[in-house]
């Protein structure tokens, strides 16, 4: 019998022929919202703004991406243990790495860039793909080092070694990178006003939270060893590696996150403007941006709107509160004399109580500081997490806008607390 997979878990253990055909999908996702907002955005012009990037440069740095990491990278089979640094062959377009590389081109810079076409940065882009795809086929082939040290096994038995985790490593993550910025481009057309009419990518109503989930005080164990090239063991994130024991204390926390039934009466009672609820930075965030509600909200006569698809529309009660800032989660929290929960708290009870622990409606504010584990070690794409361990809070779970082969319970997602782009909400303890 065929055990059942989660599709991030399927995903983080994908072979070849799971992982060809997910880069597929992810790609075709990635062309069909590029589709959406070059059809809105006149000369897919977007304001310069911290959070945003040009729409052509974010896809050409898609391909280039996975092309630097697969195609040119002669360590790919190594997996996290290859040189970053090593030479690499050329690219199909020669000033790619002077156009896309994320650690080397500043933010700013990237409205000026020579950038290629929305057609040429296409071509590209499937240049990279087939590419990417031949080298997938070559390491899901034994090599004949293979076949002669397993000379005793099958060459079935062969092949299988011969895809490790080592060898599937930069497939795995080129692909949860491309998702990554994918929804990236979902929330940059939301705060564009560009509606996107696929339903896979729209926010559903959730019922009223039920009782809070109990936990005794007790061990748990954070991070896990899959991600160490052992074959089988699967893929994992730099941060999400070396086990180590925590205690956590007792808690209660709710089933489901907060929805805009429960938060707005906290904007109806003037929280806004009540400085008991805020924290010190949270203060200063409100005086910065003179914020009376949440983004993307507001008030007509007695009825809440809210603007989604570049229109405003009456606000549905029902649909998890989204686009907060750590802040307001932390406001909230105090106005209803609850707490966020720690990450450990947020995991404890995703992976013991799944079927009781309702997640994956918005992204989850945590009181937990984005930090590295007990010794950690950073995977080549060194600027993937040690450059953000810098104090911001972790979010926990997944969105809407989520691809649910990210949708991991050990993944770590982190922003700064002032973000509220994204679509993050909250999930509240017992005091």
Same mark, same amino acid.
Request: glycine share 8%; charged share 15%.
């Given at each position: 019998? *065929?055990?059942?997979?989660?599709?991030?878990?399927?995903?983080?253990?994908? #072979?070849?022929?799971?992982?060809?055909?997910?880069?597929?999908?992810?790609?075709?996702?990635?062309?069909?919202?590029?589709?959406?907002?070059?059809?809105?955005?006149?000369?897919?012009?977007?304001?310069?703004?911290?959070?945003?990037?040009?729409?052509?440069?974010?896809?050409?740095?898609?391909?280039?991406?996975?092309?630097?990491?697969?195609?040119?990278? $002669?360590?790919?089979?190594?997996?996290?243990?290859?040189?970053?640094?090593?030479?690499?062959?050329?690219?199909?377009?020669?000033?790619?790495?002077?156009?896309?590389?994320?650690?080397?081109?500043?933010?700013?810079? @990237?409205?000026?860039? +020579?950038?290629?076409?929305?057609?040429?940065? @296409? !071509?590209?882009?499937?240049?990279?793909?087939?590419?990417?795809?031949?080298?997938?086929?070559?390491?899901?082939?034994?090599?004949?080092?293979?076949?002669?040290?397993?000379?005793?096994?099958?060459?079935?038995? /062969?092949?299988?070694?011969?895809?490790?985790?080592?060898?599937?490593?930069?497939?795995?993550? /080129?692909?949860?990178?491309?998702?990554?910025?994918?929804?990236?481009?979902?929330?940059?057309?939301?705060?564009?006003?560009?509606?996107?009419?696929? %339903?896979?990518?729209?926010?559903?109503?959730?019922?009223?939270?039920?009782?809070?989930?109990?936990? &005794?005080?007790?061990?748990? *164990?954070?991070?896990?060893?899959?991600?160490?090239?052992?074959?089988?063991?699967?893929?994992?994130?730099?941060?999400?590696?070396?086990?180590?024991?925590?205690?956590? $204390?007792?808690?209660?926390?709710? !089933?489901?996150?907060?929805?805009?039934?429960?938060?707005?009466?906290?904007?109806?009672?003037?929280?806004?403007?009540? %400085?008991? =609820?805020?924290?010190?930075?949270?203060?200063?965030?409100?005086?910065?941006?003179? /914020?009376?509600? $949440?983004?993307?909200?507001?008030?007509?006569?007695?009825?809440?709107?809210?603007?989604?698809?570049?229109?405003?529309?009456?606000?549905?009660?029902?649909? +998890?509160?989204?686009?907060?800032?750590?802040?307001?989660?932390?406001? =909230?929290?105090? =106005?209803?004399?609850?707490?966020?929960?720690?990450?450990?708290? =947020?995991?404890?009870? /995703?992976?013991?109580? +799944?079927?009781?622990?309702?997640? #994956?409606?918005?992204? &989850?504010? *945590?009181?937990?500081?984005?930090?590295?584990?007990?010794?950690?070690?950073?995977? +080549?794409?060194?600027?993937?997490?040690?450059?953000?361990?810098?104090? @911001? $809070?972790?979010?926990?779970?997944?969105?809407?806008?989520?691809?649910?082969?990210?949708?991991? %319970? !050990?993944?770590? !997602?982190?922003?700064?607390?002032?973000?509220?782009?994204?679509?993050?909400?909250?999930?509240?303890?017992?005091?």
């Amino acid at each position: 019998m *065929t055990l059942f997979k989660a599709p991030a878990t399927a995903a983080r253990q994908a #072979g070849a022929g799971e992982l060809a055909a997910a880069l597929q999908a992810s790609r075709a996702d990635t062309l069909a919202t590029f589709a959406v907002l070059e059809a809105a955005l006149p000369g897919l012009k977007v304001p310069q703004q911290p959070t945003l990037n040009p729409p052509l440069w974010e896809l050409g740095h898609i391909g280039w991406f996975q092309e630097y990491w697969i195609a040119r990278n $002669p360590l790919r089979a190594a997996g996290a243990a290859g040189d970053p640094h090593v030479a690499r062959s050329a690219g199909c377009r020669a000033n790619a790495d002077a156009l896309y590389d994320s650690s080397a081109v500043p933010h700013a810079t @990237r409205w000026s860039l +020579p950038l290629p076409d929305g057609a040429a940065t @296409r !071509n590209d882009l499937a240049r990279q793909l087939a590419a990417t795809l031949a080298c997938l086929r070559q390491a899901a082939e034994p090599t004949a080092a293979t076949l002669s040290a397993a000379s005793a096994a099958s060459a079935a038995s /062969a092949g299988v070694a011969a895809r490790s985790d080592d060898a599937l490593y930069f497939f795995r993550l /080129a692909l949860f990178h491309e998702d990554m910025h994918h929804e990236a481009a979902l929330y940059m057309a939301q705060s564009l006003g560009v509606a996107i009419a696929d %339903p896979r990518w729209q926010a559903a109503p959730l019922p009223a939270a039920g009782a809070d989930l109990h936990f &005794e005080a007790g061990s748990w *164990t954070r991070g896990h060893t899959s991600g160490t090239g052992k074959t089988g063991s699967g893929f994992a994130f730099d941060n999400e590696l070396r086990p180590h024991a925590v205690e956590v $204390p007792a808690s209660a926390i709710a !089933n489901r996150v907060t929805r805009w039934a429960e938060y707005l009466p906290f904007v109806e009672s003037g929280g806004y403007a009540q %400085p008991q =609820w805020w924290s010190a930075a949270g203060a200063a965030w409100l005086a910065d941006g003179k /914020a009376a509600a $949440p983004r993307y909200l507001r008030r007509e006569g007695h009825s809440w709107q809210q603007w989604r698809h570049g229109a405003w529309g009456t606000l549905d009660l029902s649909l +998890p509160a989204c686009h907060l800032t750590a802040f307001e989660a932390q406001a =909230w929290c105090r =106005w209803a004399g609850r707490r966020l929960p720690t990450e450990a708290e =947020w995991e404890r009870a /995703a992976v013991t109580r +799944p079927g009781d622990f309702e997640w #994956g409606a918005v992204w &989850e504010w *945590t009181a937990s500081p984005f930090a590295p584990y007990p010794g950690f070690v950073a995977h +080549p794409y060194r600027d993937y997490s040690a450059p953000w361990f810098d104090g @911001r $809070p972790v979010l926990r779970g997944a969105s809407f806008m989520t691809q649910p082969r990210m949708r991991h %319970p !050990n993944y770590r !997602n982190f922003f700064q607390p002032q973000r509220n782009d994204v679509p993050a909400g909250l999930r509240s303890c017992a005091l």
